[in-house]
């Protein structure tokens, strides 16, 4: 029955297309492996330039994987080194938006009433500022400052997951088992420890995956414009940078570092879909 | 309905404000002034430069100086552009990016609903399948690399189209950049409409509908756009940020004179006024959108208005 | 030929071990009303959403059903969506869900007229304001540019049932049309469907979890369990003379208010509870869309005296909105009460739960309506039956608690092997027995049930309601038994009290109350209680009571009930009463010495 050519088609689409975990979860997992391992692996280094064999397109002799760039440098040694970088610079700045997201949320939705509507007008008038500019601005003022980066790009990303904490929360408030702990005798602290923040976790886990992938795209957005990670450090936005210069003569410094963002991007993105499908019952339903 | 949009009104002065003093204390807090560029300048000189743009003065002088002229919409000289004022550069690179910035928000939005209606009609077909595999590839690739992709097939490879905007004078100048800054979008929209449209499709009240024998096409016409509409208005506010956001990436390589480019440009040559200005632009540019989104909201849903 | 012709049909879903429907064959003559009755679960629903044609991708179906002779199973949507609305109007449960939300009214009828062409397009929007008009709302003009949220529940589901007679169909599918309105808008929406059937002479499939309203309003009967039909038959002969064993079950469930309840060990006098001039309102702006301005206080309870003696069960009723819920928080503490007192045995208690000594709290307990969510999700039921033990007796070990929870467990009639799943593995039946059993492990002196079995089917409730009438018989427990349904009232409660928009109106034994109510409110809602009984079919037209919702209600000037109340003379509009004592029977009602309400 599942055998017809549309059907084999249809399900390895689906597969591919937040119907699964475990194919990004997978293609993850390889990526920070190769971007841990790969430098090591490689009988060329980061540094090293060989002005004899610039722009060499990818190949298998002489390890040359990826090819070099235009100063002759192992582009395989410098893309997973990037990689590294981006992702560090992700999850750090995930972290940070996490930690405020979530304590300001939970303590908005907790307290409720006018603290909470005070906390939320706050977000609200945080989301019209023009956040990406601002953090041009500051990039451009401090002398990018690599600890700089996770600060701007946590500031941006914590709203949304604020918002989401705080509506969670309201909503578990509201439910009998919170009003039957209270009639126990549960105190308040132990009421938000043992009842509700338990209750978070999941869609916390869901949006921190899907914070990933943004705060990536703010990092190799600031490279790009030459204001993120400077030399002799990179980040797969700033190869991308690179490889726009070079992309008539050499396309691969483009395609490559551009084709693993965008796999990076994929996997994160898919990740956090499948798990919130997993998490919840009410969407897979449908 | 009125009182409801005054009120938004006057509650967005606030944001606005704390977006002036925030952009002007982080420029002015910045290291390095904005002549530093020019080498050797004699004190003498420096100091009357100084002076002729009220540097001298304590901040919240400055800052008090800056405000009023604001009221009255003058962002000030430009430090870099000495012949210019703000609003004068603004205005000049406004019409360009205004241009594609609207072609992609309306491709984006025409391209976005029809192709989320019809993948949430066809749940779970190859062709669902399809567009949601698309849609997901489109969120996750950058318009930094959306466009310079772009430009290497149409233009390097295939000499369809010119690589940049001083390459042609006509509408194929603005194809290239209009494509790459909509494909994110078209993207979102695309996943938010199929997301929505599955939502309300699956609800009593669409049941109710198709017991009382209404067609497909009279269902989504007439009971299902409305409400499957609404999370695309609520993400226009966030759409806006992310176009401006993009667009400066695609002025950049299509090289439009543009006002992302002017900012970039700005910020690179500690042009303070300049980007001071842009940034204020944009803040009540996104300011008017969400107040635009509210009221449509309200519009749209008969619970909210009364509210 | 049958105007409805079921036959063999089954509905199987993808990946459920069981069909939701097997084997099924019934049929509708023109004209007639079917009643179809089952549990939850039983396939009731699937059997109407298979005959509409409207089960979801998920569903396969077999078997044959044919409208008029004319086949409508294997059919292409296209056809069946030329059949539906215009040969068989449906009208789903909850009519809140059921409308469209964005849509007023008018526009909803209009766009249903227009798909079937039944009428010149410029005469539409008069054939929906007769439509309107014809279903009993007032005011046809406003309904039609109204929006569903504007409407009450009763109107709401005029609205629909409007909306499937638009296209003057030969067929109506009620799928618990009354299930999610108050038992006094039931009786007018179901008197309204009887009276449209006597007008048009369409025939009516009626689905429904409750017998008294199968036997009110249908000539033959239909009895499904678990996807399979048990018994089909003229309904008198069907209650009369009931075959299978699940059907005398359901019928034994079914409560009778015309019949005394079983007997009951009396209360002890010996007070526990005391609640003095109880007055709760709300300012809240947590709810308000605007949480900086204060909304005016808006009483829901107000000077709401009575007391409670051991092992007494005091129900209190009212329809929803009534107050009676707000009075169940605010005995126990979860809601502030502004004035009165709540007093255990004979101390006072503080307002606010939080404020109340461990021992005050663990002698007030309470047991929520929705079993599920009144439970820790991501707790054990281990855990959950454990965690006020580990608060009132810390120097438990960790054994005895665990002995302590077992035997609790065993008392509400659950087995050890549930102790490690999770709340939403268990049945709804389960659920509320571990949430009994939270309560009860701290032996409290009173428990208050707030519609602890309202979510439960038939056969369920009662066990339920069994567990906790044994707990009361052996432990000298005292219940206050928020609900509203009259047929569990009328079986556990050795007093009820009767709430009106926040008001005591009525306060008297359980057979006094039954016997002969005194006051109209009270007649009122004893009268909309369908009887299971064929034989003694009442009628509910023109019986002078409107549905809340419909009506203005005054200021504070007057009796809050006289809009409704067809025995009302002037002073009723001018003068509140107040409660009085009348042959033992408190009462709020000018006329309660004159009148007699007593059963006919």
């Known amino acids: ?286 | 309905m009125l009182r409801f949009a005054l009120l938004r009104i006057l509650s967005a002065i606030p944001t606005l404000f704390l977006v002036v003093v925030l952009a002007f204390l982080m420029v002015h807090a910045a290291p390095g002034g904005p002549f530093d560029q020019e080498r050797v300048l004699p004190p003498e000189n420096a100091r009357n430069l100084a002076a002729a743009y009220h540097l001298d003065e304590p901040l919240p002088r400055q800052f008090g100086r800056y405000v009023s002229r604001l009221v009255r919409g003058d962002l000030g000289p430009s430090y870099y552009y000495r012949d210019h004022s703000v609003s004068d550069l603004i205005g000049a690179a406004l019409p360009k990016s205004l241009q594609l910035g609207l072609l992609s928000m309306a491709l984006a939005l025409l391209v976005g609903i029809s192709a989320g209606t019809t993948a949430a009609l066809k749940r779970d077909t190859l062709l669902d399948r399809f567009v949601t595999g698309f849609s997901m590839t489109g969120i996750s690739v950058p318009v930094f690399v959306i466009a310079p992709l772009l430009v290497l097939v149409f233009a390097v490879q295939l000499r369809w189209l010119p690589a940049s905007w001083s390459g042609s004078a006509g509408l194929d100048r603005l194809l290239l950049p209009v494509l790459a800054l909509s494909l994110p979008q078209i993207a979102y929209v695309t996943r938010l409409v199929r997301a929505s449209m599955i939502e309300v499709l699956s609800s009593d009240f669409i049941r109710t509908a198709r017991a009382q024998g209404l067609s497909t096409m009279s269902i989504i016409r007439y009971h299902a756009l409305k409400p499957a509409m609404l999370p695309v208005v609520s993400y226009l506010g966030p759409a806006t940020a992310a176009v401006l956001t993009g667009a400066v990436v695609v002025e950049i390589v299509f090289g439009v004179p543009g006002l992302g480019q002017l900012f970039v440009r700005g910020a690179l040559n500690r042009d303070y006024t300049l980007v001071l200005g842009i940034v204020i632009f944009y803040a009540i540019l996104i300011i008017l959108l969400n107040l635009l989104v509210d009221l449509l909201y309200g519009f749209l849903d008969p619970r909210i208005r009364e509210a | 030929m049958s105007l409805l012709a079921v036959r063999d049909l089954t509905v199987r879903y993808a990946g459920a071990a069981e069909p939701a429907v097997r084997k099924l064959g019934f049929s509708i003559e023109a004209g007639e009303s079917l009643g179809l009755v089952g549990e939850s679960g039983s396939g009731k629903t699937q059997t109407a959403l298979a005959i509409m044609g409207l089960l979801p991708p998920k569903a396969r179906m077999n078997g044959s059903i044919s409208f008029d002779g004319f086949p409508l199973s294997n059919q292409p949507q296209r056809v069946l969506a030329g059949f539906r609305g215009r040969h068989i109007g449906m009208v789903f449960q909850d009519p809140q869900q059921a409308l469209n939300p964005y849509l007023p009214v008018g526009e909803q009828l209009r766009r249903v007229l227009l798909e079937h062409k039944v009428a010149p397009a410029a005469s539409v929007r008069a054939l929906a304001m007769d439509l309107i008009t014809r279903v009993r709302l007032p005011k046809a003009e406003r309904v039609y540019r109204a929006y569903p949220h504007q409407l009450s529940g009763g109107m709401r589901q005029r609205a629909m049932i409007a909306l499937a007679l638009s296209c003057s169909p030969r067929l109506l599918i009620a799928d618990e049309p009354t299930t999610s309105l108050d038992v006094t808008v039931q009786a007018q929406v179901l008197a309204l469907l009887q009276e449209l059937r006597a007008d048009s002479g369409i025939a009516l499939l009626l689905i429904t979890h409750d017998l008294g309203v199968i036997a009110e309003n249908c000539e033959r009967m239909l009895v499904i369990h678990h996807g399979h039909l048990l018994e089909q038959g003229p309904t008198r002969g069907v209650f009369r003379n009931p075959k299978q064993q699940e059907t005398i079950a359901m019928l034994a469930a079914a409560v009778r208010l015309d019949h005394p309840p079983p007997p009951r060990p009396l209360p002890s006098p010996e007070p526990v509870l005391r609640v003095d001039n109880l007055g709760i309102s709300y300012s809240d702006r947590a709810g308000s869309p605007d949480p900086w301005k204060r909304t005016p206080a808006r009483g829901v309870v107000k000077d709401v005296s009575f007391s409670l003696s051991a092992a007494e069960t005091l129900a209190v009723v009212g329809e929803s909105g009534c107050g009676k819920s707000s009075l169940a928080k605010g005995v126990v503490g979860l809601v502030g009460a502004d004035t009165g007192g709540v007093y255990l045995v004979g101390t006072e208690l503080a307002a606010r739960v939080q404020d109340r000594s461990a021992g005050d709290r663990r002698s007030l307990q309470m047991v929520f309506q929705d079993p599920i969510a009144s439970l820790s999700p991501a707790m054990t039921i281990a855990n959950i039956i454990a965690e006020p033990l580990a608060l009132h007796e810390p120097g438990l070990t960790r054994s005895l608690r665990q002995e302590r929870v077992i035997a609790v467990l065993a008392r509400v009639g659950l087995d050890p092997s549930l102790l490690q799943r999770f709340p939403h593995e268990l049945s709804g039946g389960q659920a509320q027995r571990v949430a009994i059993a939270r309560a009860l492990v701290l032996d409290p002196a009173v428990i208050v049930c707030d519609e602890a079995v309202a979510a439960l089917d038939g056969t369920v409730r009662r066990a339920v309601l069994q567990v906790l009438l044994e707990e009361q018989e052996r432990t000298g427990l005292s219940l206050v038994f928020i609900s509203h349904d009259m047929g569990v009232v009328r079986q556990v409660a050795h007093r009820v009290l009767v709430m009106y928009m926040g008001r005591v109106v009525e306060l008297a034994n359980n057979e006094q109350l039954f016997d002969r109510p005194r006051h109209p409110y009270t007649r009122a809602l004893i009268d909309a209680v369908p009887v299971a009984d064929p034989e003694r079919r009442t009628n509910k037209v023109g019986t002078g009571f409107e549905p809340m919702g419909d009506v203005v209600h005054p200021g504070s000037a007057g009796c809050p009930f006289h809009p409704r109340c067809k025995y009302a003379l002037p002073v009723c509009r001018t003068e509140m009463p107040g409660l009085r004592l009348v042959d033992g029977v408190e009462v709020a009602c000018h006329r309660a010495e004159e009148l007699d309400l007593r059963n006919r």
């Open chain 1, 1 to 286: 029955m599942k055998s017809s050519p549309a059907a084999v088609a249809g399900e390895a689409l689906r597969l591919a297309s937040g119907g699964g975990v475990r194919v990004p979860a997978a293609i993850l997992l390889l990526l920070v492996a190769a971007a841990l391992l790969g430098p090591l692996l490689s009988p060329h280094d980061y540094f090293t330039m060989d002005l004899s064999g610039r722009l060499q397109p990818p190949a298998l002799e002489g390890a040359r994987l990826f090819g070099t760039d235009d100063l002759g440098r192992d582009l395989f040694v410098r893309s997973m080194s990037g990689a590294r970088v981006t992702l560090l610079v992700a999850v750090v700045a995930s972290l940070v938006s996490l930690v405020i997201g979530v304590t300001y949320g939970a303590l908005a939705g907790y307290a409720g009433g006018r603290i909470d509507a005070f906390m939320m007008r706050m977000v609200d008038a945080l989301y019209a500022l023009p956040f990406m500019f601002l953090v041009i601005l500051l990039m451009v003022a401090f002398e990018r400052n690599f600890l700089l980066i996770f600060v701007a790009i946590g500031a941006i990303n914590w709203l949304d997951m604020a918002r989401i904490v705080r509506g969670q929360t309201l909503a578990l408030k509201q439910r009998e088992f919170v009003s039957a702990a209270e009639l126990i005798g549960v105190t308040p602290a132990a009421i938000v420890f043992r009842h509700v923040v338990p209750n978070l976790l999941g869609v916390v886990v869901v949006y921190m995956t899907l914070t990933i992938p943004q705060a990536i795209l703010v990092e190799s957005f600031l490279s790009f414009l030459g204001l993120g990670v400077q030399e002799p450090q990179t980040s797969l936005g700033a190869l991308v940078n690179d490889g726009i210069a070079q992309m008539e003569r050499a396309p691969w410094m483009l395609l490559i570092p551009a084709t693993i963002l965008a796999l990076v991007l994929m996997s994160f993105n898919f990740l956090g879909d499948g798990l919130r499908d997993v998490l919840d019952p009410r969407l897979r339903e449908r």
